[in-house]
Protein backbone atom coordinates (compact mmCIF):
# COMPACT_ATOMS: atom_id res chain seq x y z
CA UNK A 1 0.00 0.00 0.00
CA UNK A 2 2.34 2.24 -0.54
CA UNK A 3 0.96 3.90 -3.85
CA UNK A 4 -1.51 6.93 -2.93
CA UNK A 5 -3.97 8.09 -4.83
CA UNK A 6 -3.48 12.01 -4.26
CA UNK A 7 -6.30 12.16 -6.82
CA UNK A 8 -8.78 9.95 -5.11
CA UNK A 9 -8.10 11.77 -2.09
CA UNK A 10 -7.95 15.35 -3.32
CA UNK A 11 -12.05 14.36 -4.57
CA UNK A 12 -13.10 12.70 -1.36
CA UNK A 13 -12.17 15.70 0.28
CA UNK A 14 -14.05 17.60 -2.05
CA UNK A 15 -16.78 15.41 -1.59
CA UNK A 16 -17.12 16.13 2.33
CA UNK A 17 -16.85 19.94 1.79
CA UNK A 18 -19.69 19.78 -0.26
CA UNK A 19 -21.83 17.24 1.88
CA UNK A 20 -20.84 19.36 4.84
CA UNK A 21 -22.42 22.45 2.88
CA UNK A 22 -25.35 20.54 1.71
CA UNK A 23 -26.58 20.13 5.40
CA UNK A 24 -26.68 23.78 5.91
CA UNK A 25 -29.70 25.45 5.24
CA UNK A 26 -30.50 26.74 2.27
CA UNK A 27 -31.21 30.00 3.02
CA UNK A 28 -28.69 30.40 6.16
CA UNK A 29 -26.00 29.20 3.73
CA UNK A 30 -26.78 31.87 1.31
CA UNK A 31 -26.64 34.55 3.71
CA UNK A 32 -22.88 33.26 4.69
CA UNK A 33 -21.75 33.30 1.75
CA UNK A 34 -23.28 36.32 0.02
CA UNK A 35 -21.61 39.36 1.07
CA UNK A 36 -24.64 41.35 1.63
CA UNK A 37 -25.79 43.93 4.19
CA UNK A 38 -27.26 42.80 7.27
CA UNK A 39 -30.31 45.25 8.62
CA UNK A 40 -32.14 44.57 11.23
CA UNK A 41 -35.73 46.36 12.28
CA UNK A 42 -36.21 46.02 16.39
CA UNK A 43 -38.61 47.17 18.62
CA UNK A 44 -38.00 47.22 22.47
CA UNK A 45 -41.24 46.23 24.49
CA UNK A 46 -39.89 47.29 27.78
CA UNK A 47 -38.73 50.97 26.37
CA UNK A 48 -41.12 51.98 23.96
CA UNK A 49 -38.11 52.65 21.17
CA UNK A 50 -37.49 51.05 17.92
CA UNK A 51 -34.68 50.60 15.40
CA UNK A 52 -33.69 49.85 12.15
CA UNK A 53 -30.38 49.21 11.38
CA UNK A 54 -27.53 47.96 8.75
CA UNK A 55 -24.81 46.54 11.11
CA UNK A 56 -22.81 44.50 8.76
CA UNK A 57 -22.57 46.41 5.42
CA UNK A 58 -21.48 43.33 3.46
CA UNK A 59 -17.36 43.42 4.46
CA UNK A 60 -17.39 44.56 7.86
CA UNK A 61 -19.70 45.38 11.00
CA UNK A 62 -20.28 49.09 11.39
CA UNK A 63 -19.03 50.28 14.44
CA UNK A 64 -21.80 53.15 15.65
CA UNK A 65 -24.75 50.51 14.54
CA UNK A 66 -23.21 48.31 16.50
CA UNK A 67 -22.71 50.85 19.54
CA UNK A 68 -26.58 51.83 18.55
CA UNK A 69 -27.57 48.28 18.92
CA UNK A 70 -25.63 48.15 22.15
CA UNK A 71 -27.49 51.08 23.62
CA UNK A 72 -31.05 48.99 22.67
CA UNK A 73 -29.92 46.22 24.28
CA UNK A 74 -28.80 47.82 27.72
CA UNK A 75 -30.62 46.83 30.73
CA UNK A 76 -33.17 49.15 30.73
CA UNK A 77 -33.87 48.58 34.53
CA UNK A 78 -30.28 49.56 35.55
CA UNK A 79 -29.58 51.30 32.86
CA UNK A 80 -26.36 49.46 32.25
CA UNK A 81 -24.75 48.97 28.77
CA UNK A 82 -22.61 46.25 27.55
CA UNK A 83 -20.87 44.85 24.36
CA UNK A 84 -23.35 42.85 23.28
CA UNK A 85 -21.81 40.20 21.09
CA UNK A 86 -22.24 40.68 17.06
CA UNK A 87 -22.71 36.99 16.35
CA UNK A 88 -26.17 37.48 18.64
CA UNK A 89 -27.37 40.21 15.95
CA UNK A 90 -25.87 37.45 12.88
CA UNK A 91 -28.28 34.61 14.43
CA UNK A 92 -31.35 37.09 14.33
CA UNK A 93 -30.43 38.25 10.95
CA UNK A 94 -30.53 34.59 9.37
CA UNK A 95 -33.49 34.13 11.71
CA UNK A 96 -35.32 36.40 9.91
CA UNK A 97 -34.30 35.56 6.48
CA UNK A 98 -34.81 31.35 7.10
CA UNK A 99 -38.28 32.71 8.45
CA UNK A 100 -38.88 35.30 5.04
CA UNK A 101 -39.89 37.96 7.32
CA UNK A 102 -38.44 42.00 8.20
CA UNK A 103 -41.30 42.46 10.42
CA UNK A 104 -39.98 44.34 13.69
CA UNK A 105 -38.28 42.09 16.14
CA UNK A 106 -39.85 42.94 19.75
CA UNK A 107 -37.40 42.84 22.30
CA UNK A 108 -38.04 41.59 25.63
CA UNK A 109 -34.75 41.20 27.42
CA UNK A 110 -31.02 41.45 26.47
CA UNK A 111 -28.28 42.54 28.43
CA UNK A 112 -29.12 41.98 32.19
CA UNK A 113 -26.80 42.99 34.38
CA UNK A 114 -25.43 40.46 37.40
CA UNK A 115 -28.36 42.44 39.96
CA UNK A 116 -31.30 42.68 37.27
CA UNK A 117 -30.13 39.07 36.70
CA UNK A 118 -30.18 38.19 40.49
CA UNK A 119 -33.23 40.08 41.09
CA UNK A 120 -35.16 38.23 38.19
CA UNK A 121 -33.97 34.55 39.62
CA UNK A 122 -35.12 35.50 43.06
CA UNK A 123 -39.01 35.79 41.45
CA UNK A 124 -38.43 32.85 38.60
CA UNK A 125 -37.34 29.50 38.65
CA UNK A 126 -36.48 30.17 34.84
CA UNK A 127 -33.47 32.72 35.02
CA UNK A 128 -30.10 30.79 35.20
CA UNK A 129 -27.66 32.10 37.48
CA UNK A 130 -25.38 32.02 34.82
CA UNK A 131 -27.50 33.70 32.41
CA UNK A 132 -25.71 34.51 28.80
CA UNK A 133 -27.72 37.68 28.93
CA UNK A 134 -25.33 39.11 31.01
CA UNK A 135 -22.34 38.40 29.09
CA UNK A 136 -24.14 40.31 26.69
CA UNK A 137 -24.75 36.62 24.89
CA UNK A 138 -28.83 36.36 25.17
CA UNK A 139 -31.96 37.88 24.00
CA UNK A 140 -35.28 37.12 24.78
CA UNK A 141 -38.00 37.73 21.42
CA UNK A 142 -40.93 37.25 19.52
CA UNK A 143 -41.52 38.79 15.90
CA UNK A 144 -44.72 40.20 14.76
CA UNK A 145 -46.86 38.10 12.87
CA UNK A 146 -44.46 34.80 12.89
CA UNK A 147 -46.20 32.05 15.10
CA UNK A 148 -43.22 31.08 18.07
CA UNK A 149 -43.20 27.77 17.10
CA UNK A 150 -41.91 28.74 13.56
CA UNK A 151 -39.36 30.90 15.29
CA UNK A 152 -37.92 27.85 17.48
CA UNK A 153 -38.04 25.81 14.43
CA UNK A 154 -35.72 28.02 12.54
CA UNK A 155 -33.60 29.19 15.86
CA UNK A 156 -32.94 25.46 16.32
CA UNK A 157 -32.17 24.32 12.34
CA UNK A 158 -29.21 27.31 12.55
CA UNK A 159 -27.44 25.68 15.28
CA UNK A 160 -25.61 28.32 16.15
CA UNK A 161 -26.20 28.72 20.35
CA UNK A 162 -29.02 28.14 23.03
CA UNK A 163 -32.56 28.26 22.23
CA UNK A 164 -34.88 28.31 24.40
CA UNK A 165 -39.15 27.91 23.97
CA UNK A 166 -41.86 29.93 26.42
CA UNK A 167 -44.91 30.11 24.90
CA UNK A 168 -47.02 30.67 27.93
CA UNK A 169 -44.79 33.99 27.84
CA UNK A 170 -44.75 34.56 24.42
CA UNK A 171 -41.14 34.61 23.84
CA UNK A 172 -38.09 32.61 22.56
CA UNK A 173 -34.99 32.61 24.00
CA UNK A 174 -31.32 32.88 22.05
CA UNK A 175 -27.90 33.02 22.51
CA UNK A 176 -24.18 32.56 21.30
CA UNK A 177 -23.27 30.09 23.87
CA UNK A 178 -22.77 26.00 23.58
CA UNK A 179 -25.61 24.52 20.87
CA UNK A 180 -28.15 23.38 23.70
CA UNK A 181 -32.51 23.62 23.25
CA UNK A 182 -34.89 23.75 26.32
Known amino acids: ?13 LGGVALGAAMLPGQALATLSTPRPR ?10 EYLKTEFFDGRRYNKDELSRLN ?3 RDYRANKIKTIDPAL ?9 MLGTNKPVQLISGYRSVD ?9 RGVAKQSYHTKGQAMDFHIEGVQLANI ?14 YPKSNFVHIDTGPTRSW
Open 89 to 97: FDQLYRLQV
Open 116 to 124: TNNEMRSHS
Open 152 to 165: RKAALKLKAGGVGY
Open 39 to 48: ILTLANLNTG
Open 1 to 13: MEFIDHHRRRWLA
Open 71 to 73: HFF
